[in-house]
């Protein structure tokens, strides 16, 4: 045999590295079960219908072009959307998709992140002062989870003491966002009564701001709004209202979007931002160069982000389904069908990135020299958090470095989430010393 020849994997091979890619046995690590998909020609059958899709050219593909729909995951993974899940432009096509995404947007310029990172800077440097002084912590509860819910909280203009109300209901909805199929009766019933409380929530949020806006993400959605309701309008009369029918007056919301939209920008703009930091501290504490690397250069923390978003996404998978005949590596597929698109596997694939499996925070140091990663997505559904979430963990990279802090993994396989699309730790104990202030 040529020994460049790869081995093709075995049908039953494929198979048990589909199921184990969704096994939550293997969410410490479906690295191998990718690595095996990445090398089976073609596209393998996966859950509900789909077909998994692990290579990064093919997932580049699909992800660039508009004709494959995000619509259909709401109805894909999840048959009863519409009564536990309100609506949001992530499963919108244009022209709602591009209408809501246009109205957010403006919520999250440049100009306005940049203006959050002294807010993230002093988070960052008092939940570090509590860590050290602890000397053994859970990261995830000392510092990945606490940083960016006080930064989405702040932003939106939750109550600080209401930081723990949207954690609970959060957390509920995250894990809610997995299939259906993969989730018990109980963690069913839990998104059902996450989802009630948060509309409640914030419906009560809303009515306030619209007679007292505030400088707040809240108060420029209220303003955006088709239907004002009075302050003493509850959250069940505003969904109500709002299942008659949904804005098409240009850019404006209409109740339930409205609850939607900020449904998913404090699910989205929080939990996959705690996955991300502990997954960034956790890689950096297992591979010392490459700290080593950063202390040498601190402004290698910018790009340092880039490649722990490559290296260990914070969301693993999502989904599109072809509006019309379409082909992606050769295969064509018809009208209706539905991928499982594998991000993780694709910022693994050596094809796009060589030795992907290495963590490098070089990598991105050269602008345009290395291919973009898949962990925000791209084209119309690009993260329009990204650049906040980027923030987020700069600013923690920043302070390790320039306080000296030493972090020590107490475990070499921490205890993951069983969530599957926002994929994350539960835990990550170390012991957390510093040197130099």
């Not at 449904?263 to 950096?284: D, K, Q, Y």
């Not at 082909?327 to 910022?347: I, P």
């Not at 499996?357 to 993260?383: I, M, N, P, Q």
């Not at 990279?397 to 069983?418: D, I, K, S």
Request: proline fraction near 7%.
């Amino acid at each position: 045999m040529d020994s460049t020849s790869v081995l093709v994997p075995s049908p039953s091979d494929v198979a048990a590295a589909v199921a184990a890619s969704l096994d939550v046995a293997h969410r410490h690590d479906p690295y191998p079960s990718y690595a095996v998909l990445r090398d089976t020609p073609g596209f393998p059958p996966g859950p509900l219908g789909t077909h998994a899709v692990s290579r990064y050219a093919d997932c580049e593909t699909v992800l660039a072009d508009p004709a494959w729909s995000h619509a259909e995951e709401a109805r894909l993974l999840h048959p009863d959307s519409e009564v536990h899940l309100p609506g949001s432009f992530l499963w919108m096509d244009p022209p709602d998709h591009t209408r809501l995404r246009g109205l957010v947007a403006q919520a999250f310029t440049p100009r306005r992140i940049q203006g959050m990172r002294s807010d993230a800077e002093t988070i960052v440097a008092g939940l570090l002062d509590e860590a050290v002084a602890k000397g053994t912590v859970d990261l995830v509860e000392a510092l990945a989870y606490p940083l960016p819910l006080r930064m989405i909280c702040r932003m939106m203009g939750v109550p600080a003491a209401a930081e723990d109300d949207v954690r609970r209901m959060s957390a509920g909805i995250a894990r809610g966002l997995d299939p259906d199929v993969l989730l018990t009766p109980e963690e069913l019933a839990a998104r059902t009564t996450a989802v009630h409380d948060f509309t409640e929530f914030f419906g009560e949020l809303a009515a306030r701001r619209r007679v007292e806006p505030q400088d707040d993400l809240v108060t420029a959605l209220v303003r955006a709004e088709t239907t004002v309701a009075s302050a003493s309008s509850g959250s069940a009369q505003m969904v109500a209202s709002a299942r008659s029918g949904s804005a098409q007056d240009g850019d404006r919301l209409s109740p339930v979007e409205l609850l939607g939209t900020l449904l998913i920008l404090v699910v989205a703009g929080h939990e996959t931002t705690v996955n991300l930091v502990a997954n960034g501290v956790r890689a950096l504490a297992a591979h010392p160069a490459q700290l080593d690397l950063l202390r040498a250069d601190p402004e290698l923390a910018t790009p340092a982000v880039d490649e722990i978003l490559r290296f260990d996404p914070p969301v693993h998978l999502t989904t599109r389904t072809a509006r019309t005949a379409l082909t992606v590596g050769g295969r064509r597929f018809e009208a209706g069908e539905s991928l499982l698109l594998l991000l993780g596997a694709a910022n693994r694939d050596d094809a796009a990135f060589p030795r992907a499996d290495v963590l490098d925070v070089t990598r991105y140091a050269e602008r345009g020299v290395a291919r973009r990663h898949l962990a925000f997505g791209l084209g119309l559904h690009h993260c329009l958090g990204a650049a906040l979430a980027r923030l987020e963990l700069e600013s923690v990279l920043r302070a390790l470095v320039a306080r000296g802090v030493e972090v020590e993994l107490l475990t070499e396989r921490p205890r993951y989430r069983p969530n599957l699309v926002v994929r994350g730790m539960a835990e990550l104990p170390v012991r957390i010393t510093e040197t130099h202030r």
